[in-house]
C-alpha cells in the first residue's frame, strides 16, 4: 500500500541558482518540496520554511507524468490521506524526471510524496 514519506533531502546549499533532478523513483509520487531558507534568503524570520506544491511553476516534469487528485491510503495509517493541494504528479516512466529550480540561499530542500 502507498506510504507518504520524504524520500529526498538535499545536502546544505550555498547561495546561487541551483537546480534538483528527481530520476529513478518509479512507483512514487511527487506530492510536495519543503525548502528551509538560508541565513542571507529574504523572508520573513530566519529558517523559515517555503512548500512548493506538486503543481507549482517552480517544477517542471519531462517525459510521462499523470496528475492524480484526491485521497490516498497510506501504510502507516489505516485512514485516507490527503495529499497537499489535494494532488500528486507520478510516473512509472523510465526516463520521466521532475525538476525544482530555484535560486538563492536555502539551507536544505525535501521532497515529499507517496511511495507504493
Known amino acids: 500500500p502507498p506510504s507518504a514519506v520524504q524520500w529526498y533531502q538535499s545536502p546544505i546549499l550555498p547561495?546561487?541558482?541551483?537546480?534538483?533532478?528527481?530520476?529513478?523513483?518509479a512507483g512514487t509520487s511527487l506530492d510536495y518540496?519543503?525548502?528551509?531558507?538560508?541565513?542571507?534568503?529574504?523572508?520573513?524570520?530566519?529558517?523559515?520554511?517555503?512548500?512548493?506544491?506538486?503543481?507549482?511553476d517552480a517544477l517542471t516534469y519531462t517525459g510521462s507524468w499523470t496528475r492524480m487528485e484526491g485521497a490516498y491510503e497510506s501504510s502507516d495509517?489505516?485512514?485516507?490521506?490527503?495529499?497537499?493541494?489535494?494532488?500528486?504528479?507520478?510516473?512509472?516512466?523510465?526516463?520521466s524526471a521532475a525538476t525544482f529550480l530555484f535560486s538563492g540561499a536555502y539551507g536544505s530542500s525535501n521532497?515529499?510524496?507517496?511511495?507504493?
Open 33 to 56: 518540496a519543503v525548502v528551509a531558507s538560508g541565513q542571507q534568503t529574504p523572508l520573513v524570520g530566519l529558517g523559515q520554511r517555503l512548500i512548493v506544491d506538486d503543481d507549482d
Open 111 to 116: 521532497c515529499i510524496g507517496i511511495q507504493d
Open 15 to 25: 547561495e546561487g541558482l541551483h537546480t534538483i533532478n528527481i530520476t529513478r523513483i
Open 77 to 95: 495509517n489505516p485512514h485516507r490521506g490527503m495529499p497537499y493541494g489535494n494532488a500528486t504528479h507520478e510516473s512509472s516512466t523510465p526516463g
